[in-house]
């Protein structure tokens, strides 16, 4: 694999990601007025963790689909209220968007800690690295001093976020709309690394695309038949569903991404040769 042997590489884009419309934030913001804040959010992922491997997955997708509406501003994390509909029953997050309650278990211990000091964005955005840092992925500096939204824009999420059966230029245009090239939408996408995807939104590739390994698709059919079954998961990475590793990669060159999205980066397009 030529530029994706390292896997970590999509934390830098991550990180990218978090901070790109934020020039003032600083890993120590916090330091002064809420210094136990890291260790808080720390403690309360690894719990999460251990009850459920597939949390850090979960926090991790809230703050990637947080940050392609109107920026890492913790906007997904608000309910609808009489003057908004909110984020979390756009159609990428309806029935899908999930760890809310531990976002809301991490807040209320960083409350306790430091009263009306800590965004809800922030919190975001340390949890998804400690998830990531959990399952065997690195650790990095998280910049902080993100203010809270006080609006959310369901119609926003609906257009910002790329769906699973995203083409390829479709997904470079809607990463280039937030300043990512298709160098960084690939990075990003090794975020499936870790993570599940329900089988309504992988069937029609496992039984009618053309570019998918037969013996995958015949084990992805075992539990996502041609019809019902459609909340029934799958691992995104078949070899190492619950390890934040390369294998995505891999898998992509053997044809066997589980979204049409996802092979959509190993499929004789532009993203080919970062791969092979």
Known sequence: MALFSNTFLVLSILSLLACAA?????????????PNLQ?????????????????AASILRLFFHDCFVNGCDGSILLDDTPTFTGEKNAGPNANSARGFEVIDAIKTQVEAAC?????CADILA?????????????????????????MASQSAANS????????LSTLISMFAAQGLNARDMTALSGAHTIGRARCQFFRNRIFNEANVNASFAALR????PASGGDNNLAPFDIQTPDQFDNAYYQNLVNR???????????????????LS
Do not use: I
């Open 126 to 150: 340390l949890a998804a690295r400690d998830g990531v840092s959990l399952v065997g992925g690195p650790n990095w500096n998280v910049l902080l001093g993100r203010r809270d939204a006080r």
């Open 256 to 274: 066997k991404g589980l979204l049409h999205s996802d092979q959509e980066l190993f499929n004789g397009g532009s993203q080919d040769a970062l």
């Open 115 to 119: 009263k009306a000091t800590v965004s």
């Open 160 to 167: 910002n976020l790329p769906g699973p059966g995203s083409s």
């Open 221 to 224: 059919k075992q539990t996502c």
């Open 22 to 34: 934020n020039g003032q934030l600083s890993p120590t913001f916090y330091s002064r007025n809420c």
């Open 39 to 55: 260790t808080v959010v720390r403690s309360v992922m690894a719990q999460a963790v251990q009850k459920e491997t597939r949390m």
